[in-house]
T-cell receptor
């Protein structure tokens, strides 16, 4: 059974810092891996989708990497801003499709002005 | 183009009651998935509907049931509510690929 773990559970940094969020998964037979942002009490906003054949994806100040063999992904946020404060979730897709996405519990990020 | 919409936004029910949550998928999407997110946890997959049938189901009891209509909208029904059913219920739609999430319905069971 796929288990997804995110470390740290919470992180507080001063504005302007570069930071890394970690995600690990137990079964390397995944289809894709996706990073989401969730503001308190709200739905999920997709940040980056890494297909199983890719090693990384970039969008603006965000960069996500994927190492299937080690069961790890990282989300790098450059020059953090207070508006980046949110919970960041990673999710792995089932082997063949998007059925049964498995999520980590998330990292709660606070960026202080 | 409207994204995924869910109704109601918030709901308060009493233990033992039944509840129905609704989801309208993003335009053109034919697949709807439902997730339960307890406070401080990641979403957990409940089930997925495609062509009006349940295609895959997570580890949830039969008290959780669903339906998909010909226009691809979907309902999630929960019977005999327990206090532990209190959560944010998320709906996601897709067209065989990336899922797009709605804002969720916050269910509180007292």
């Amino acid at each position: 059974k796929q288990e997804v773990t995110q470390i740290p559970a919470a992180l507080s940094v001063p504005e302007g810092e570069n930071l890394v969020l970690n995600c690990s998964f137990t079964d390397s037979a995944i289809y894709n891996l996706q990073w989401f942002r969730q503001d308190p009490g709200k739905g999920l906003t997709s940040l980056l989708l890494i297909q199983s054949s890719q090693r990384e994806q970039t969008s603006g100040r965000l960069n996500a990497s994927l190492d299937k063999s080690s069961g790890r992904s990282t989300l790098y946020i450059a020059a953090s801003q207070p508006g980046d404060s949110a919970t960041y979730l990673c999710a792995v897709w089932g082997l063949y499709n998007n059925n049964d996405m498995r999520f980590g519990a998330g990292t709660r990020l606070t960026v202080k002005p | 183009d409207a994204g995924v919409t869910q109704s109601p936004t918030h709901l308060i029910k009493t233990r033992g009651q039944q509840v129905t949550l609704r989801c309208s998928p993003k335009s053109g999407h034919d697949t709807v998935s439902w997730y339960q997110q307890a406070l401080g946890q990641g979403p957990q997959f409940i089930f997925q509907y495609y062509e009006e049938e349940e295609r895959q189901r997570g580890n949830f009891p039969d008290r959780f049931s669903g339906h998909q209509f010909p226009n691809y909208s979907s309902e999630l029904n929960v019977n005999a509510l327990l206090l532990g059913d209190s959560a944010l219920y998320l709906c996601a739609s897709s067209l065989g690929g990336e899922q797009y999430f709605g804002p969720g319905t916050r269910l509180t069971v007292t």
